[in-house]
């Protein structure tokens, strides 16, 4: 069996769990309103937007903004090779996340907490976890430690741009976490597409 088979399995579980996770969510905002604990978990974490704290996520979520992640998608090319070799499916992921997530708050149409304008899925949570999904993936390339530095900080980076995104009163948890399931989907799949096109021409 290649040495890439246990990768090609794991981003398949992802993408299934995480499109599976990202459709059970949809689903449950459209039949259930108000979505069951949304409410509380907003106001418990509300409780921490101290001045300072709103300050720091303010600069955090720069991290789920396309205008930082677009450029940020050149540094993945110069890091790592495997990038620049399949680089039209990282451009595409690029594209794409955007695109679907525009296009999915079209389609559930949940509002925001605080606007009329739609919110599910964050917008800010689906790139954050589709780039850094993207980091989480090549960073198999990397020696072990840093590979593991990386990861976690990749991780660290979602999580923290859904933290911001509440902290600064822009979504409902739960738009948050199908945004991570969303993004994480469309890096799974990404990945695949990118391990395919490796195995074909080699």
């Given at each position: 069996?290649?040495?890439?088979?246990?990768?090609?399995?794991?981003?398949?579980?992802?993408?299934?769990?995480?499109?599976?996770?990202?459709?059970?969510?949809?689903?449950?905002?459209?039949?259930?309103?108000?979505?069951?604990?949304?409410?509380?978990?907003?106001?418990?974490?509300?409780?921490?937007?101290?001045?300072?704290?709103?300050?720091?996520?303010?600069?955090?979520?720069?991290?789920?903004?396309?205008?930082?992640?677009?450029?940020?998608?050149?540094?993945?090319?110069?890091?790592?090779?495997?990038?620049?070799?399949?680089?039209?499916?990282?451009?595409?992921?690029?594209?794409?996340?955007?695109?679907?997530?525009?296009?999915?708050?079209?389609?559930?149409?949940?509002?925001?907490?605080?606007?009329?304008?739609?919110?599910?899925?964050?917008?800010?949570?689906?790139?954050?976890?589709?780039?850094?999904?993207?980091?989480?993936?090549?960073?198999?390339?990397?020696?072990?430690?840093?590979?593991?530095?990386?990861?976690?900080?990749?991780?660290?980076?979602?999580?923290?741009?859904?933290?911001?995104?509440?902290?600064?009163?822009?979504?409902?948890?739960?738009d948050t976490f199908a945004g991570i399931a969303l993004?994480?989907?469309?890096?799974?799949?990404?990945?695949?597409?990118?391990?395919?096109?490796?195995?074909?021409?080699?």
């Amino acid at each position: 069996m290649a040495p890439s088979s246990p990768r090609r399995g794991n981003a398949c579980w992802i993408l299934l769990g995480s499109a599976g996770c990202f459709l059970g969510l949809a689903l449950a905002v459209m039949l259930v309103d108000p979505f069951p604990g949304d409410a509380a978990v907003r106001l418990w974490v509300l409780g921490y937007g101290s001045p300072a704290v709103v300050q720091v996520m303010r600069v955090i979520n720069y991290f789920g903004n396309w205008r930082l992640l677009l450029p940020g998608t050149l540094l993945i090319f110069f890091v790592f090779p495997k990038a620049r070799a399949r680089w039209w499916v990282w451009i595409a992921l690029m594209i794409a996340a955007p695109a679907a997530e525009g296009l999915l708050k079209i389609l559930v149409g949940r509002a925001r907490p605080e606007e009329a304008s739609m919110g599910f899925p964050s917008g800010h949570a689906t790139a954050a976890a589709a780039f850094f999904g993207a980091v989480v993936y090549l960073a198999a390339a990397l020696p072990a430690r840093v590979r593991v530095l990386v990861r976690a900080a990749s991780i660290l980076l979602i999580a923290l741009v859904c933290f911001a995104r509440i902290i600064l009163r822009a979504h409902w948890p739960v738009d948050t976490f199908a945004g991570i399931a969303l993004g994480l989907a469309l890096a799974s799949l990404a990945s695949l597409l990118a391990d395919r096109d490796e195995r074909a021409t080699t």
